[in-house]
C-alpha cells in the first residue's frame, strides 16, 4: 500500500531544522524515514537559529529573540504573579526591536496604539494569565505527588511555566502581532508545495495556525482525511474568540477535515480546555476527543505524544505505512 502524504505542523518556540525534525518525527512514528510526508516549518518567523544571516525571516525577529528568552525565563520564578507573568510575556512579544529586557514586574501596559496591541493588552494578557495560572496548579498538583511518593520536600517544577511562556509568546505573535500572516504563509506553503496531504498532524501553535488555513477557501478542495492535534489550544474561548480573522463563534470544522483526533494530556498547561467535540460545528461532534498520559518531563511534549499508543497507531494506520 502507498503511503499517503503526511504534513507535520510543529508547535511553538525554537525548533530544530526542518530536515532533522521531519526524519526524527517519521523514525519515532513509522520506524524509518517517509518519502510521502513533510514539515510546515515556521519557527524561524520568530525563533531565527543563532548565527543565521539572511533567509526569509522578518525585521526584528533576531533582536527580539534574547528579549523574549529572557522575559520567559525570569517569569518561571512563581513568585511572579500570572497577572505580571502575563503583562511580561505580552510587551516582551509586541515590542519589535525593544532594546533591553523587560523586567517580569515591572512590565506595565502593552506600548502601542494598534488595536491589535490594545486587544493584546486585555484579552490576550487574560489568555496568557489563565495558561499562567494553570501551569502553577499543575506544578502545585505534580510536586504534591512527588512528595508523596518520596516522603520528602519537594519544590513546583518550573518546566510549567517555561512551557507556557515560550507558547505565549508566540500565540501572541500570532493572534495580536505582526507575524500571523509570515506563519500561516510557511503553512500555505508546506500544503502546497507536493502532493494534497491526506493526513495532518499538528501540535500546540501549529494547531491554531493549521486550523485558520484549512478555513481559507483556497483550501476548501483538499481532502484531508485525518487531522491529528496534540497539545491543542483550539478550546480556549480566548483563542476562539480571535481564529479566522475574528469571524466570530461558533468555528466551524474545516471544510477539507473529514475526521479529527484530538489528544489531550490533563497535565499538559497549553492544552487549557481539552475538549473541542462541542466547539467546533458544523458538523457536529466531528472531533474525537482522547485523554493520554504524555510520559515526557514537559507534558506539552510533541515527541511525548507521539509515543503514546493509541497515537501512534491512529496516525500509522491513516498514512499506511
Known amino acids: 500500500m502507498t503511503a499517503q502524504t503526511l504534513v507535520y505542523v510543529h508547535g511553538a518556540g525554537a525548533q530544530k531544522p526542518a530536515a532533522e525534525l521531519k526524519q526524527d518525527l517519521d523514525r519515532l512514528l513509522f520506524g524509518h524515514d517517509?518519502?510521502?510526508?513533510?514539515?510546515?516549518?515556521?519557527?524561524?518567523?520568530?525563533?531565527?537559529?543563532?548565527?543565521?544571516?539572511?533567509?526569509?525571516?522578518?525585521?526584528?525577529?533576531a533582536s527580539t529573540k534574547a528579549v523574549r528568552e529572557r522575559t520567559v525565563r525570569a517569569v518561571e520564578d512563581p513568585q511572579v504573579s500570572p497577572k505580571a507573568a502575563a503583562r511580561a510575556i505580552v510587551t516582551a512579544a509586541l515590542a519589535s526591536g525593544a532594546p533591553g529586557p523587560i523586567a517580569a514586574r515591572g512590565a506595565g501596559a502593552v506600548a502601542g496604539g494598534s488595536g491589535g496591541a490594545a486587544a493584546a493588552g486585555g484579552a490576550g494578557a487574560e489568555l496568557v494569565a489563565q495558561l499562567y495560572?494553570?501551569?502553577?496548579?499543575?506544578?502545585?498538583?505534580?510536586?504534591?505527588?512527588?512528595?508523596?511518593?518520596?516522603?520528602?520536600?519537594?519544590?513546583?517544577?518550573?518546566?510549567?511555566?517555561?512551557?507556557?511562556?515560550?507558547f505565549a509568546s508566540d500565540v501572541i505573535d500570532y493572534l495580536y502581532g505582526q507575524f500571523r500572516e509570515p506563519m500561516r504563509a510557511r503553512v500555505r506553503q508546506a500544503l502546497l508545495n507536493g502532493p494534497p496531504p491526506k493526513v495532518i498532524v499538528a501540535h500546540s501553535l501549529g494547531t491554531i495556525i493549521v486550523y485558520d488555513v484549512l478555513n481559507e477557501p483556497?483550501?476548501?478542495?483538499?481532502?484531508?482525511?485525518?487531522?491529528?492535534?496534540?497539545?491543542?489550544?483550539?478550546?480556549?474561548?480566548?483563542?476562539?474568540?480571535?481564529?479566522?480573522?475574528?469571524?466570530?463563534?461558533?468555528?466551524?470544522?474545516?471544510?477539507?477535515?473529514?475526521?479529527?483526533?484530538?489528544?489531550?494530556?490533563?497535565?499538559?498547561?497549553v492544552a487549557l480546555d481539552p475538549t473541542l467535540r462541542n466547539e467546533f460545528l458544523p458538523p457536529k461532534d466531528l472531533p474525537r476527543?482522547?485523554?493520554?498520559?504524555?510520559?515526557?518531563?514537559?507534558?506539552?511534549?510533541?515527541?511525548?505524544?507521539?509515543?503514546?499508543?493509541?497515537?501512534?497507531?491512529?496516525?500509522?494506520?491513516?498514512?499506511?505505512s
Do not use: M
Request: hydrophobic fraction near 40%; charged fraction near 20%; glycine fraction near 12%.
Open 34 to 61: 517517509l518519502a510521502s510526508s513533510r514539515v510546515a516549518y515556521y519557527a524561524d518567523v520568530r525563533w531565527p537559529p543563532a548565527g543565521a544571516i539572511g533567509g526569509r525571516r522578518l525585521p526584528g525577529a
Open 289 to 320: 476527543d482522547e485523554t493520554v498520559n504524555n510520559p515526557a518531563k514537559d507534558n506539552h511534549d510533541l515527541t511525548g505524544y507521539l509515543s503514546v499508543g493509541i497515537v501512534r497507531s491512529t496516525i500509522v494506520a491513516a498514512v499506511g
Open 133 to 166: 495560572r494553570r501551569a502553577d496548579n499543575i506544578a502545585k498538583r505534580s510536586s504534591a505527588e512527588s512528595r508523596g511518593l518520596t516522603a520528602g520536600l519537594s519544590f513546583p517544577d518550573p518546566i510549567f511555566r517555561r512551557v507556557v511562556g515560550f
Open 218 to 269: 483556497g483550501f476548501a478542495g483538499l481532502d484531508v482525511q485525518l487531522l491529528v492535534t496534540a497539545g491543542c489550544p483550539l478550546g480556549i474561548g480566548n483563542v476562539q474568540s480571535r481564529l479566522r480573522d475574528g469571524a466570530g463563534r461558533p468555528n466551524p470544522v474545516p471544510t477539507p477535515v473529514k475526521a479529527w483526533s484530538n489528544f489531550a494530556d490533563r497535565w499538559d498547561p
